[in-house]
């Protein structure tokens, strides 16, 4: 994307790689995370070098989830507080998904869906970070009774289990709406982007023009 | 570990048939606690025949010795000194693995072969499958096998499968100076038991029973209990033993559930992009913008 007056900027180069850094750390994680929740899965574990290398790597993945996480949820925070006009754009979430876009309320620089998938997965990541503390074996579980490592055991497979799920969303709509990779690769989108998909802030980024 | 065998009747994390081709008599340790002496000999023989060796500890003050069970102590006497109707009684139960018909921790090991469980009940660890992640430990009811910090691996009582597989009994049922271990097939210890209930009944122990919990199918180390209406006063034996509903769930409905919802996410995407196409800039706007250059 050329960096011209016809294109804006929506993502910052820190932004970028904070954010590719934790898709890559998301892949190992759900990867490695797979391989014990499910014996279909356990091939899987070859990626890392076998059984006990999963095991050992996973929960390192993790650690460094806590931190590049942490950057996303840091830069991210305050762009994703709902507003009353983005509660109003989820309700119109099937016509969305039908390519419907007449009677939607303008979305800013991230809309209502975005700022939706954002806190599913801080609060994800929160139960997945308390509940793996609880099953480290090496290192923490002696320190809790066992039906509190039972417990931690199934919230961290079924967070793990919604976070693939969210993420695999979170894919798909990003091949579905054109341009919205390169957004978060190159950094910059067309003007015609912006004003299509997230109005509000097209009209903030251009000084209120069209 | 034990001898290579024919007689696998279920390994962890496997869906497929388990070599079983050939099938073998249920076998069961019958632990009379009412005619042990906590002499320990039993923990000699079990560290003797599989040659582990456990640190030197020290005295709690108490006869326990070592304190718990390790990755080299798989079988421990615990001691417990208990008021009960006739009076203080000294209760010493021989702890370690109960060999359950449905283990908590073939159900929750992740690692294909790790856990297996031969025809004729014993439940052993192949270690060398084992990846450390201890979900055996939070899977087991009766807080039996131990992590080694050593190797990551886990270690409990294998009931002696590599001599039962010979034909002899565990070495803590040889040793047994007592008779308070004995070993045979399931049916004919637990023959034995109710022999061995009627007498202490004969004895004035109304309430003396078998402990060979349903919760996990029934086990293949029984006792013999003076009180088995309370089996918490023999060192937290627990009443009513069972996998729980935690395991279940994480182990049981979760994983075809999950795998299901993934697959109907990945689909249900493919359809909507294959009806519904992809979600560009409409004509109006692209023309907008083309009329402006």
């Not at chain 1, 904070?18 to 190992?28: D, K, S």
């Not at chain 2, 309370?230 to 937290?236: C, R």
Request: aromatic share 10%; with cysteine; charged share 20%.
């Amino acid at each position: 994307m050329k960096n011209d007056s016809r294109t804006l900027l929506r993502f910052t180069v820190p932004e970028r790689v904070n954010h590719w850094l934790v898709a890559l750390t998301f892949f190992l994680l759900a990867l490695s995370g797979l391989v014990y929740f499910q014996p279909l899965y356990f091939p899987l574990s070859q990626l890392f070098g076998g059984g006990t290398w999963a095991r050992i790597l996973h929960p390192f993945f993790g650690v460094a989830m806590i931190f590049l996480f942490g950057g996303m949820f840091f830069r991210f925070r305050k762009l994703s507080i709902m507003t009353p006009s983005d509660k109003e754009w989820l309700h119109h979430i099937r016509d969305i998904a039908n390519g419907d876009e007449r009677n939607l309320p303008e979305a800013g620089k991230l809309n209502g869906g975005q700022k939706l998938m954002f806190w599913s997965l801080v609060t994800c990541m929160v139960l997945l970070i308390l509940s793996g503390i609880v099953v480290w074996r090496a290192y923490f579980s002696f320190l809790f009774p066992v039906v509190v490592v039972r417990l931690a055991a199934v919230v961290h497979s079924v967070a793990g289990v919604v976070m693939i799920a969210l993420i695999m969303g979170h894919i798909y709509i990003g091949i579905w709406t054109r341009e919205s990779i390169g957004a978060m690769l190159y950094g910059r989108v067309r003007r015609a982007w912006a004003k299509q998909h997230h109005p509000a802030w097209y009209r903030e980024m251009t000084g209120g023009d069209k | 570990m034990a001898l290579q065998s024919l007689d696998i009747t279920r390994r962890s994390a496997t869906s497929t048939p388990s070599p079983g081709q050939r099938q073998t008599q249920k076998v069961a340790k019958l632990i009379d606690v009412s005619k042990c002496i906590g002499c320990k000999a039993c923990q000699v023989a079990c560290m003797e025949w599989n040659d582990t060796r456990d640190a030197i500890g020290t005295n709690h003050g108490v006869y326990d010795n070592p304190a718990d069970l390790t990755e080299n102590s798989w079988t421990v006497m615990r001691y417990s000194e208990v008021e009960t109707e006739r009076g203080l009684e000294w209760l010493i139960r021989k702890d370690g693995c109960m060999h359950c018909a449905e283990p908590g921790c073939l159900t929750a090991c992740p690692a294909p072969g790790a856990v297996v469980q031969y025809s004729n009940g014993i439940v052993d660890f192949h270690e060398e499958n084992c990846i450390g992640c201890g979900y055996c430990i939070t899977g087991c009811p009766f807080n039996i096998p131990r992590l080694s910090k050593k190797d990551s691996k886990v270690y409990k009582c294998t009931l002696c499968s590599d001599r039962v597989a010979v034909g002899l009994e565990p070495a803590c049922a040889k040793t047994c100076p007592t008779g308070a271990i004995v070993f045979g097939t399931k049916e004919d210890m637990i023959r034995h038991a109710e022999e061995r209930v009627v007498d202490l009944k004969s004895r004035g122990y109304d309430r003396a029973g078998i402990y060979d919990p349903r919760g996990v199918g029934g086990t293949h180390v029984i006792y013999v209990l003076q009180h088995a209406d309370k089996p918490e006063i023999y060192s937290g034996l627990p009443m009513d033993p069972s996998i729980g509903p935690l395991v279940g769930l994480w182990k049981g409905a979760a994983k075809p559930v999950a795998s299901l919802a993934l697959a109907a996410i990945g689909v249900g995407a493919f359809v909507h992009y294959v009806t519904k196409g992809p979600n560009e800039v409409s004509e109006e706007i692209e023309k907008e913008f083309e009329d402006e250059k």
